[in-house]
């Protein structure tokens, strides 16, 4: 497996980013509807700590994962209709979108609530913007129901994209799994 | 006349000769004064302020021997600009002021550091008492006088923030004390 992608497959360093990154914003969203019932304010903030320290480094790892894209070749859609390619790159397009407006509707809403701003108590990042408590709460309104909405658009994602690999018995899972084998060549209706 | 300058004379000078030892007392103009600190919490620095504070003053560069800080603080009036730590600050975990409600601190000494002078005392806080040294800065002026006292004090070291509070890497250790005070001679 090669790190760069071919016309047939992902490269590794395209998978990595894809599945570090699905496991930190899933892993990162639930824990973050999760922070109420800490035990104690000292832990609120132990674990608010985590939660905006996995939060950055999404976002570091979506801006990585945008150069490398850039300069990255894309394996060919798998054979299909049109609708499906189509929709497939929308969701795709929904996902990015996604990815980059939850880590910075947090990072909103900590500067808006004054919090400080620190990567696993390495370093700390500026405001966004000036303290506003009353916009602040419309922000966290905004970063938790992003949150859902990616929910939403992930069981598209994943739902097609095991669709393909269990009904359709294509390459399209198989292509962006981290050990996945590639299905020989082939055609509907030329079976080995 | 004559006998009235012989017996007020021993007098007035009785009265004189250990006001010569003594330093000069001020009075303190709130309005103009200001009682901070600061700290920080995950890496970011905070001020903060006391509101309700006396201090009695009575210093002179050159009498620093009878020179004497006493001040007491509310600590109920300390306000940092966040409503969360604004809250905490007045708890048991924190100055416990339900217990403690004031702080106080009285020099025992001054010395003279090179050329900065430094006030020597006690510092009770939280309940607990201990030395701290400050910085003075005393600069006369008309009447009366400026003075700027900063000085560092390790929080831990009174209890302030005590238990899983202690961690110092998620509040930090030190706290800065910046006091800018406008005296009037009394």
Known sequence: ?????????????????????????????????????????????????????IGLTVLALFLLRLLWRAVD??????????????????????????????????WWFNSLRGFPLQWFKLFNLPALASK????????????????????????????AALKHHVFDNDNVLRRMLPFGKLRANHSQGDKP | MTS??????????????????????????????????SSNFQGQSFDGTFGKWT????????????SKFDVEVDLSSA???????????????FFNVAKFPQ????????RQNGAQVVADGNLTLHGVTKPVSLNVTFKPQGAGATLDVTGTLKRLDF?????????????????????????TAK
């Not at chain 1, 914003?25 to 608010?48: E, R, T, V, Y």
């Not at chain 2, 940092?80 to 007045?90: F, H, N, S």
């Not at chain 2, 238990?163 to 930090?172: K, L, R």
């Open chain 1, 1 to 53: 497996m090669s790190l760069r992608s071919n016309d047939r497959q992902w490269g590794s360093v395209a998978k990595f980013f894809h599945w570090l990154m699905a496991l930190a914003i899933l892993g990162n969203g639930i824990f973050g509807l999760c922070m109420d019932f800490a035990h104690s304010p000292m832990q609120k903030i132990g674990w608010f700590a985590w939660h905006k320290s």
């Open chain 1, 73 to 106: 070749r894309r394996p060919r859609d798998e054979p299909g209709p049109r609708w499906q390619h189509v929709s497939a790159h929308l969701v795709h397009g929904v996902l990015y979108l996604l990815i980059l407006a939850l880590p910075l509707s947090g």
């Open chain 1, 132 to 159: 506003n408590d009353e916009l602040a709460h419309t922000v966290i309104g905004i970063h938790e129901y992003l949150f859902y909405f990616l929910l939403l658009v992930l069981v598209a994602h994943a739902g």
């Open chain 2, 4 to 37: 009235f300058v012989r017996t007020l004379l021993p007098l007035l000078l009785a009265a004189a000769v250990p006001g010569l030892a003594t330093a000069a007392d001020y009075a303190v103009q709130p309005a103009s004064s200001k009682l901070g600190f």
């Open chain 2, 55 to 66: 201090a009695a003053i009575s210093y002179d560069a050159a009498k620093l021997a009878s």
């Open chain 2, 79 to 93: 306000k940092t600009g966040d409503k969360d730590r604004d809250g905490a600050l007045p708890g048991a975990d």
């Open chain 2, 103 to 110: 702080a106080h601190f009285v020099t025992t000494a001054f």
């Open chain 2, 159 to 183: 209890g302030v923030g005590g238990g899983e509070y202690a961690d110092t890497s998620v509040i930090g250790p030190d706290v800065k004390i910046n006091a800018h005070l406008t005296l």
